[in-house]
């Protein structure tokens, strides 16, 4: 009988991260009900939503002395309530023959593999599953007859980018373009050669599960994968042969499949607007399929029997076809985040949920006479061996055995072909297997593992005494699953090519043979690096660097490791002195520091959020850097911080952004944070196809994901122009400076403001407005103008300008225009019937901002100072490393060298720009002073100080500047009205002279003046 899906929804608690910056809790939960709010409209009706069950896990429990959460209260659902509501029901369901699924949905962090694995002694489903179907195989046993058995054999695959790897087996992994997924005209689709191993019992299961984690591991970080992107699916087939009533022997089959997702996020949010490669990646085909089979079978339990199920459209979709539309019970899990900055991404896991719930499938028991299945499985193979010799299948009977054909049925035909032939000996294996007994198979595994087991078991016991390195990894489930010990003596650290083999081989993104070398002298050990870059805490090392507990050592980009010191730790405990075991978080957080991208000491909510933001995207720039170089791909990627402002926003929060500089050519170009996290899924494609020898792993200019074209618009800067006068029907004129993103100046533009009548032509002296207020009911019509733009960026090519007036939603755009020097001859009439106050209100104190919009000239039309060196050596050439990570020492250490003790050149603090008095908010990132070197130190914080005083003066000229114009125009207005009432209409040029730039206050100082520059009004026309 059709039944529905089972639905649960569970919150997890507060982070570290989340509690620190005193996040707010959006989620609430009464009964089966589970209600979010939203955090922008907290006083609004929350949305709810009805489940199956709704699980706090949020609070009310601690943690008792075994490390287990237990509760404190009656809301909490702690993982023994989970698995007595979810996994018992599957449990009870595969001891009657059924199939089961149970998948685990949800954004990256939300706690999935918490409720489906678990972590330490908070065993989730999986465990407890195993570790209860085993207890109930002994009970069974205990009173088993002699024809009675029952097998258990366990599979683990992942599917990272539409491959699947089969994770109990090594070699599989790193097989080029992963397992084939083949089709069974009945029996659906299934992964070709997928080990299935026999197991027999808990402690049997355990262990291939964390070998299969840990193979998982090797392979995220080898091939510089984002684990959080793979799905990973447990399926345990449980047979049971029992005799019937008649003494026949009954084969009862159940497949478990134990599914845990990839973050769901990064189905939605692979949002790289305008990115021309934005389609390219597959990596979310299997999550967003998913999404749209989850939809069509809503939509066919709804009763719309035309709705076509699109599960052949991925890899993950193919493999649980029975999960989600045939025979299985299922159960869906969706973990929750209960943070108000997740909002969006939880509100699309719960409605995900929601229709999920509305899936119907319908689970048969499996079983059938022993002798039954066997006698199939023959006449099935005569079957297939009389259609291969025959010439295999024509594509009449492909269609006619409802095998759906695609564009290419020709393939389909070749493709089925090869699947009979895998399955002919699968059968063959499978009638083998049958003939064998479960004690001879048991026993086979047994001896093949046996090194394996013994292997693991000596590595724990020598995890005790040896000091050894263990990984950090972002996902806490591959987090301490590779070890590498520092023996006594001199380990080499190299990659899988290092001859002779290094005693410590790490393999992946810019390890060398000869990485580097650690030395172990009575247990003083130390670690130097060779060609290899090492970080130890964060910083760059250049010497051999003694190594203490819990050390963070960096190898490459994305190496982290811990170094364990059991010696140390046991005198520091003796001595009673703490120290904290490292995490992810906290490593990410230190090299950021070091790289200077932590200086803000200020802790708000923006501030913590974009740290974050830093710590995730930090280390995935120096990955892209360093597939750059291995790749010679000749660009370089930098993070950069970008202030609202400087991105053509009024207000916002400044946002972590990547620049791309093109080596050759130098052109450079801002990426969003999806445009970038996008691409570099890309990039480790072709990495990886790289890696693995593709001949064809570099692709044309187009596909290239590290290619940015010259015509990619880049932002040059931004103008303010002040709207003040316009309040009051005056003209504006001004040529002002365009300020980039760090602050830099970039060139100036000519615009003019002028009201006008309807029809553009001039105004009449009488329409001066002494209070703008009047306006409000009133007619205005003014011109924008964008008369030219003067020294903008040498490399420009073209360039264009763009603005919103007030409330447009369209931007009003000049035309791209040749040269440093365009002229845009720009105008527009802008037409309001009737002011309203709000109009008014925006004019006398808003600001327009023009954005000024570039394209880079080609890099062909580039001198050739580049041409013939590689990616490397053009990143060496770039001194500046300020973004990247730290070479601090290094350059110190050059200086000292030289006798040199000029500190080490920083970029210059960003400068306030002078055309508004906003603070851009750009943040540059300058390397911390060395503390060893006090001298350097002092010059060094001297040179901040100045740089901040510098800034400071700016920032009050600019007060002052805009105090200014706000008392000239006062005076303009109380001239005007003194002359309107004497009955005279002439202002002379002598007056407003005398105004403008002579006596009064603006004389009041030069150096004001000075600071004005080029943003100062140049004059002021009265129509
Ligand atoms: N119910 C819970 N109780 C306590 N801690 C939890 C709970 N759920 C999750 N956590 C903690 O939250 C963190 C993230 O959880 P988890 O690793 O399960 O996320 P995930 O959804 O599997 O993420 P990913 O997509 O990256 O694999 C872990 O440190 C985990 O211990
Ligand atoms: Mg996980």
Known sequence: MAENVKVAVRVRPFNDREKQRKATLIIDMKGNST?????????????????????????????????????????????????????????????????????????????????????????????IFCEELFKGVEDKKATAGENEEYQVTLSMLEIYNEQVRDLLNPKSIAQKGGLKVRQHPSKG??????????????????????????????????????????????????????????????????????VDLAGSERAESTGATGDRLKEGSAINQSLSTLGNVIKALADLSMGNKKTVVPYRDSVLTKLLQNALGGNSKTIMIAALSPADINFDETLSTLRFADRAKAIKTTATVNESPTDKLIRELREENARLMELLKSGGITLEQLQASGGAVGQNPNQEVEEMKKAMEEELRKNQEEIE???????????????????????????????????????????????????????????????KNASPPAEITISGLSIQKQHGVVTNKGGVVKIKSVDGKILVNGAKITKETELHHNDRVLFGPNHLYVFHHPQDEAKNVKEGKVTE????????????????????????????????????????????????????????????????????????KTEVMVKIRNLESGNEWLWDRNKFINRKFLMQEMYQNYVEGADDWDVPREKDPFWEDADVEVLIGTVHVHLMSLSHKLDIEETLTVTNYQGKENGHIEIEVMPCTTKGGPLG??????????????????????????????????????????????????????????????????????????????????????????????????????????????????????????????????????????????????????????????????????????????????????????????????????????????????????????????????????????????????????????????ACSIQ
Not at 48 to 67: L, N, R
Not at 80 to 93: A, E, I, K, Q, S
Not at 205 to 214: D, K, L, Y
């Open 189 to 258: 689709f299934y992964v070709e050669s997928l080990v299935s191993c026999p197991v027999s019992s808990y402690n049997d299961i355990e262990n291939r599960i964390s070998e299969g984690t840990r193979n998982r591991t090797v392979a995220a970080t080898n091939m510089n994968a984002t684990s959080s992107r793979a799905h990973t699916i447990v399926a345990i087939t449980f047979v049971q042969k029992t005799p019937n009533e008649t003494g026949q022997s009954m084969t009862r089959t159940s497949v478990v499949n134990l």
């Open 581 to 652: 075991t490292p995490t992810y978080d906290t490593a990410q957080q230190e090299i950021a520091k070091k790289a200077g991208f932590m200086d803000k000491t200020g802790k708000s909510e923006d501030d913590l959020i974009l740290q974050e933001d830093v710590i995730q995207m930090l280390p995935m720039v120096n990955e892209a850097d360093a597939m750059s170089a291995e790749l010679d791909k000749k660009v370089k990627f930098e993070l950069a911080l970008v202030s609202p402002q400087a991105r053509g926003l009024k207000e916002g």
């Open 35 to 127: 209600y979010i709010k939203n955090p922008e409209d907290l006083k609004a009706e929350p949305r709810s939503f009805a489940f199956d069950y709704s699980y706090w896990s949020h609070d009310e429990f601690k943690e008792s002395s075994s490390g287990y959460l237990e509760p404190t209260g009656s809301r909490y659902a702690d993982q023994r309530r989970v698995f007595d509501d979810l996994g018992r029901g599957v449990l009870d369901n595969a001891w009657k023959g059924y199939n089961c699924s149970l998948f685990a949905y949800g954004q990256t962090g939300s706690g999935k593999s918490y409720s489906m694995v678990g972590y330490g002694n908070n065993k989730g489903i999986v465990p």
């Open 433 to 495: 297997n049958m003939k064998k007994t479960w004690q001879e198979r048991l026993s086979e595994q047994e001896t093949a593992n046996k090194g394996n087991v013994d292997a693991e078991r000596k590595k724990q016991e020598e995890k005790k005494v040896i000091p050894h390195f263990w990984n950090l990894h972002e996902d806490p489930a591959l987090t301490a699953m590779i070890v590498h010990f520092a023996r006594e003596g001199t380990s080499k650290i190299g990659n």
């Open 765 to 1018: 002296e009488d329409d001066f407005l002494d209070d703008p207020k009047e306006l409000v009911g009133k007619e205005l019509n003014f011109k924008f103008k964008i008369n030219f733009g003067r020294g903008l960026p040498s490399n420009m090519r073209q360039s264009c300008c763009k603005f919103k007036f007030y409330l447009d939603n369209q931007y009003s755009s000049t035309a791209f225009v040749d040269g440093m020097n365009p002229e845009y001859k720009f105008e527009k009439l802008f037409k309001f019937s009737k002011c309203t106050s709000e109009l008014v209100d925006y004019l006398m104190d808003s600001v327009a901002v023009i954005e000024v919009w570039g394209k880079q000239k080609d890099s062909s039309q580039k001198g050739g100072a580049t041409l013939g060196a590689d990616t490397k050596q053009l990143m060496a050439r770039e001194k500046s490393n300020l973004f990247g990570l730290s070479n601090y020492e290094e350059e110190q250490a050059k200086l000292k060298k030289l006798g040199d003790n000029k500190p080490v050149p920083v970029k210059k603090a960003a400068a306030k720009p002078a055309d508004n008095n906003k603070d851009n908010g750009v943040i540059i990132p300058v390397p911390p002073p060395p503390a060893a070197d006090k001298k350097q130190t002092d010059q060094q914080i001297n040179t901040y100080k100045k740089q901040a005083d510098d800034a400071n003066q700016r920032a009050k000229a600019a007060e002052q500047r805009a105090a200014n114009s706000e008392s000239t125009v006062s005076d303009l207005r109380s001239l005007l009205n003194q002359k309107k009432r004497g009955g005279n209409d002439t202002i002379t040029i002598a007056e407003l002279e005398a105004m403008l730039g002579g006596g009064g206050r603006t004389s009041s100082s030069a150096a004001q003046k000075e600071n004005m520059g080029d943003q100062a009004s140049k």
